[in-house]
């Protein structure tokens, strides 16, 4: 999911269950015959509205503010914005607080994946050059 598929999105059940996973940590399963399976997001109860609820929102939006500092915008449309390491993720203008909310935070929540990916994938890439360092130095020998 990139940034432009979060900002086209509306607030709905799709919107709450990406938020509960990737920002709130939580994993949804049944298990039916003894056999996990993911639950959409359509049929699962428990999930709060995030994305049309200003209370289930700010929740969210406490999770963020642990790491980041951020900023809400606004009176009739509003903005909301997540101030990270390597620059500044907004919202966009939107017509609630909770969608505004919510999305900023998803698209915080994909930019640390992100980061995360990067970081790994420099850390193998540092470990490969070691290994063929090292194997040159021991064939050197």
Request: with cysteine; net charge positive.
């Amino acid at each position: 999911m990139n940034r432009e598929e979060v900002l086209r999105m509306e607030a709905g059940r799709e919107i709450d269950f990406l938020i509960a996973r990737k920002v709130m940590g939580k994993s949804f399963y049944s298990f039916d015959n003894c056999v996990p399976s993911t639950v959409s997001p359509k049929d699962h109860r428990e999930i709060p509205h995030y994305s049309t609820n200003a209370y289930s929102a700010e929740k969210a939006l406490e999770k963020i503010r642990e790491k980041y500092p951020v900023v809400l915008l606004g009176t009739t449309s509003w903005d909301c914005k997540v101030f990270l390491p390597k620059g500044v993720v907004s919202s966009g203008l939107t017509e609630s607080l909770p969608l505004a909310i919510c999305r900023a935070t998803l698209l915080t929540a994909i930019e640390e994946e992100s980061e995360n990916e990067t970081i790994k994938l420099v850390g193998k890439q540092r470990f490969k050059t070691f290994l063929m360092r090292r194997l040159r130095y021991a064939k050197e020998r």
